[in-house]
């Protein structure tokens, strides 16, 4: 079992940035394909970025394209988003996500652990 924290989230200005941290509890941490997630006040959790163990493959949204940089550091069993320029549009829970699937997924179901969310709050 994967237990997965998120920190960094709060509430920032356009244009501003936050960093996003999420923590593994899991030892074979560097297994899995990890991701982040999105979900805004009424609309479905939608997917941000994603990174294989070996940092191999990183994919973006293409929302997100050129502003976030997904990263992930297997030693201290954490991955991060830096996230850049943000726009009030990114205003969401922001969701980290582990599973074994590879390539790395983009839907909710290629991902068997979640952790419980962190708010990102951009004000215009």
């Known amino acids: 079992q994967v237990q997965l924290v998120e920190s960094g989230g709060g509430l920032v200005q356009a244009g501003g940035s936050l960093r996003l941290s999420c923590a593994a509890s899991?030892?074979?941490?560097?297994?899995?394909?990890m991701a982040w997630f999105r979900q805004a006040p009424g609309n479905e959790r939608e997917f941000v970025a994603a990174?294989?163990?070996?940092?191999?493959?990183?994919y973006y949204t293409d929302s997100v394209k050129g502003r976030f940089s997904i990263s992930r550091d297997n030693a201290k069993n954490t991955m991060y988003l830096q996230m850049n320029s943000l726009k009030p549009e990114d205003t969401a829970v922001y969701y980290c996500?582990?599973?074994?699937?590879?390539?790395?997924?983009?839907?909710?179901?290629?991902?068997?652990?979640w952790g419980q969310g962190t708010q990102v709050t951009v004000s215009s």
């Open positions: 899991e030892r074979t941490f560097s297994s899995y394909a």
């Open positions: 990174v294989t163990w070996s940092r191999s493959y990183l």
């Open positions: 996500a582990a599973g074994l699937r590879l390539p790395p997924g983009k839907t909710r179901s290629d991902y068997d652990y």
